[in-house]
């Protein structure tokens, strides 16, 4: 049953612990002359273990949608993970991948590692930090969505949690810029910071014993050399610079025997681990093969559709340390909403006038890929009779995002009629840069009514991220309004949480203190008079203390006597229920202090479940009337307005449930305290997980909310009562 947690369904992960055994047998084994026979029957099935738990998706499985699955893995069988990518476990066995494809010199191993690597950055999740430094081991997805009907959302959803980790054998380590794998049969350099150094002439004569030459770098370097099941922490190294050879300093560890840092490497130099027979050895794979550069894209794999080759000027950015870049972006062909693009490999575009080389007739539609440019115009289509092309929709579709959300490239397709008769001559960029061009010819014309039900999609995708782009700027005219200092956002901070990203973006989180448990506990630091408001956008739980809930209860109870308020805009479902500390702890810390949650929903609710606006709401302004219960995690937390406290005051803002039918409280209202002596009421304000997390509706939600907090935080005029 492979692992005792979830018996029915086999991990990915089950062969990472067999073939690390059979590995390890293999390299004990494989010159004894009574277990060789064994040894070399480890070896071969160390590589069908790897190829049965291999779980990729070798290209992409839908070609309507803009999302690739090539590469990715689905890790598990079972409801949650069908049809979903996954980082998780699924880590470990590009370890595994990784050692089993230099010992065997498998070229589809080495070609399954070298496209899972390229894709893994599309399972961060829909995070946002300044840089992808600071993107952490568990800001990785458990699921991403890419079949209709997976748990996760589709196409692209991505769930809320999840982790990752370093790729052990893979990364460089302390401040070398690249790793070199060498195995028995092959092996391969993996690079970090935008470095592009390769091998060549790699050779390996026994276990620990190989050579290889450092091309690529403009400068010295140091690398990391890690070699399987092989003690090289104990070997020489000599480098060889032409004919001129110098022993080599190296740093090594009595923790990591397989591996060594070998210092100041120059391009061109030859590095010996040991002392290979090198002249009667033949070079060895050091590169993956069956890369896209390596071969045309032969024109029956985009049939009936024409692809287009014209000149390009311009090489688009591709760094990782630039967040502006089109990093993660491959060359190849793409399948973008049912229409075949060839990016070119060195991804470069044309941003200056095109005239095509053989203009293209007989055709009734072309559709270009192109990078908008600061005004977002789209590309020109110049016909031969002088005029220019007629877009065929209004909105240009989004084609591709960079992503993690630290990086904000973009791709964006639009499609044009050609004339009946007429030609195809040309294109304009105007202002932005042309990647791919493509073209329908007029007997598949009947195609472009399913093409436009498939780019509709897309367009209605660029629609909302220029909203959110618009309501970015919005947010940053707010902020610089906003009193410094103002806002308290209680513990702890969850990066998932889509208010944080949205705080991050649009400048506000800098105008608000961030306090940690004992600044929460304090008076004097955390208080009504100081901080109008307090936010809270953690998730479930928060840091314990030694009397809690009771501790935290207390300081938030006091700070609404004061008057405060407290804005609840928590990611997952039950705000502040978890006190964790070195374990989770369910205790609830809002009924303490007056807010009657109840757990309303477990599982998804019966068809017609909407979310209806309270009639004569105002404590919001701008937010959507009312709309289907969202889609993802069906858990709803909600208010029930017959266990408000004697005294209080409550205006419901989001009813949940069925037209004439069952009611499942409230999703968001506003409660406010009995007034204190002094006549002011504490105030606490509820928005549920549902609706921060709803893809349609939460961002307009978040951004009413985002306003109301400006407007409470506002210092008080002299004889204004709150």
Known sequence: SEFPDVPSSPFAIGATPIVSFLLDYYYAFRLDPDRRTRALEAENLARSYVYRYMVMWPSDNIRKDRINSAFLWEPNSGRDWTGAACSNEVIWDLDTLAQTAVTTGDPLLLWALNGSLSRWHRLYQNIYHPNLDQYQQNDFVEGYGLAPDNTYGYPGGRSSYGFGGQFLLLDPVKNTQVRILAGLRAALAFNSSGSKITLAGYRCTAPGQFAFKLQGTVKPVNITVTCPYSSIARESVTIMHGIIGRTAKTTTSRYALWTLIVHNVHPGDTVIVGRPNLALSHPKPSAPPLLVSQSAVISQAYTPFIVHQFAANNKLQSSWRKTTSFAGLQGGLHWIWGVPFVIPVNLSAADTRVLLNRPAGGQSAAFVLYAPGTANNAPKLLLANGDTARPLWPVPALAWRAWPPAYSAVLLMQAYQIPKGDTLAGLQPEGSSILAL????????????QLQKNIARGGAEWIAMRRSMQQISTLHTLAAALPPHAVAIIPPISAASPVYRML??????????????????????????????AIYIGGEGYPATPHAPQDIAAALHRYLQQGGTIVLMAHMPFPLYYAKGSTSVSAPVLPLIGLPIANALEESPPAGTRMALASKQKVLTNIPANFSYPPGDPRLRSINPADIPPGSAYFPIYHTGILRGRQYGDAAGLLEMPPNAKGKRGAILYISAKLVNDPVHGSAILMSVLHWIYNRAQPMKTGEKQ
């Open 504 to 533: 991050l973006q649009g400048g506000l989180f800098d105008r608000m203190d961030a306090l940690t448990m004992q600044q929460v506990l304090q008076q004097s630091a955390f208080n009504a008079v100081r901080y109008p408001v």
């Open 438 to 449: 493509t073209t329908l010819p007029v007997s598949q014309q009947k195609a472009l009514g």
